[in-house]
């Protein structure tokens, strides 16, 4: 089972759960990448999912924030 963090608005977030939560991964959610940056490192994901619609922090900014981070940088 894999563990898949999104950062998603509720739309994608759906989409993401319907598609998933059937094949058994455990499944998160982050409103904005903020949180998701703090759920990612309490939870060390396997994937990532993030559909850019942050108010916060843009994918971007999200993928560049989990690069720099020495956690999170090497699962990754």
Known sequence: M???WTVADAA???VVQELLAGEG???KVAPDGKDGLDLARELSPD???C???S???NWL???RLV???RELATAY
């Open 47 to 49: 994937v990532i999912i």
């Open 25 to 27: 991964q455990e499944l």
């Open 67 to 69: 690069k720099a981070d």
């Open 51 to 53: 559909d850019g619609t």
């Open 12 to 14: 994608t977030w759906e």
């Open 55 to 57: 108010p916060q922090i």
């Open 2 to 4: 894999a563990k898949i």
């Open 61 to 63: 900014e999200v993928c």
